[in-house]
């Protein structure tokens, strides 16, 4: 039996951060024993994932009421209403929306055309993990139309949230004990484009740590290379609350695919931001999103793809085998054999892993700040995994002397 509401979430950070306040909204309309699925759409395995999620929801809980909202059931909600085991479906707009939980009984559909939304609906959360690391959302939806992705479609145009109601939050944050935030959205790089003056993301940033002068610190989710601001260069090289670390949505290493992707950068302007951003901070570490063969995508554009890495020395990879998604142009594109798309995303993960051992390795023997999530477990100003040779206090910046590395994290002792 399930009593309060219980979130099932799939996907990206900003789902996390959104179950949080469907979790919220639902137990105070009061719903009971009930299952909330947070679905993603990105790819059709995590399509997929959604809907055996639904099923195991259904199997372990036979008298809960299931209610499926997300990406997926955005793009596609009569798909999930026909499922037997789904009670309600809910849009990405409305699943935030306190109203909607108390009307819901009345509308087992409650999905309206996301094409059409106007401002993004801040809210404020208590933090996640333990309240020591938090994600906000300062952003959604997404203008661009890269020929792969059926994300605009599920969460509509970009949205902004005022820097005011940031600053509202990080500070209610940072007062509940959280050591660090992490800004998400599905583009922040294209953050304030429909606010008044459009700020960038950087003179956001700016205002952010001016006014929450005791946040210790921000990390960024995913950037757009096209997209970053000058402001935002100048917070990298001069901010050391800003986490020296970058993760970038490359998607491919080679001019031709990232033409047919519609992206916006090319090969050489990734390496020219990932130069004159080493320039201003020596230290800093990148990762970067790949998509593994991509439709008409050869042996070299992918050998280029996997050279781009080792040139600008990428060490956090996330790496995806092309999916088609209906209604993208991608997916009416020439195809590249399912077997060899896998076979490419395989070697670029262990390309990846590699990079990542490596710089591990040259770690061991500093002494580094460490946020500690756990008695046992922190993660670094570089974000990475450090397990710790003797127990610390959860929720405290801790200074850790490297001692080696084990299974794709550092190990340190407490300084």
Do not use: W
């Amino acid at each position: 039996m399930v009593d309060a509401p219980k979130v099932v979430t799939l996907g990206c950070r900003l789902n996390s951060f959104e179950s949080e306040i469907m979790r919220r909204q639902a137990a105070d309309a009061g719903l009971t024993d009930v299952i909330l699925i947070n679905s993603c759409a990105v790819t059709a395995e995590a399509e997929r994932q959604t809907r055996q999620s639904i099923r195991r929801a259904r199997r372990d809980n036979p008298t809960s009421r299931i209610i499926v909202s997300g990406c997926a059931a955005q793009i596609d909600p009569a798909k999930f209403a026909a499922m037997d085991e789904v009670d309600f479906v809910v849009g990405n707009q409305e699943k935030l929306q306190a109203e909607t939980y108390v009307d819901l009984p009345k509308m087992p559909i409650c999905v309206a055309d996301i094409g059409s939304a106007n401002e993004a609906i801040p809210d404020i959360v208590d933090g996640l993990e333990n309240r020591t690391r938090a994600v906000i959302e300062v952003q959604t939806g997404c203008d661009h139309r890269c020929t792969f992705c059926i994300i605009p479609f599920g969460r509509g145009p970009s949205r902004s949230v005022s820097a005011d109601r940031i600053i509202v939050q990080l500070q209610r944050l940072v007062d509940l004990g959280c050591r660090e935030v992490v800004v998400s959205g599905v583009d922040i790089a294209s953050y304030g484009d429909d606010l008044p003056g459009a700020p960038r993301l950087g003179e956001m940033l700016q205002q952010v740590f001016a006014a929450v002068p005791d946040l210790p610190r921000l990390r960024l989710s995913s950037l757009d290379p096209a997209a970053i601001d000058p402001a935002l260069l100048d917070l990298i090289g001069g901010e050391p609350r800003l986490m020296p670390h970058l993760h970038l949505s490359i998607q491919a290493g080679d001019d031709m695919v990232l033409k047919r992707m519609k992206r916006r950068h090319n090969r050489d302007q990734v390496i020219e931001l990932v130069n004159e951003t080493r320039r201003r901070r020596p230290d800093i570490v990148f990762g970067a999103d790949f998509i593994a063969g991509f439709p008409t995508e050869t042996d070299l554009m992918h050998e280029n793809g996997m050279e781009l890495v080792r040139e600008c020395d990428l060490i956090y990879l996330h790496v995806f085998p092309y999916s088609e998604r209906n209604g993208t142009p991608a997916a009416r594109m020439p195809s590249v054999p399912v077997p060899i798309r896998r076979i490419r995303a395989a070697e670029m993960r262990a390309l990846g892993a590699m990079q990542l051992k490596n710089y591990l390795t040259r770690q061991t023997g500093a002494r580094i700040e460490i946020l500690a999530e756990t008695e046992t477990r922190g993660r670094s100003r570089h974000y990475a995994s450090v397990k710790l040779a003797h127990p610390v206090l959860p929720g405290r910046l801790v200074a850790v002397d490297i001692i080696g590395t084990e299974d794709g994290a550092l190990v340190g002792a407490p300084a």
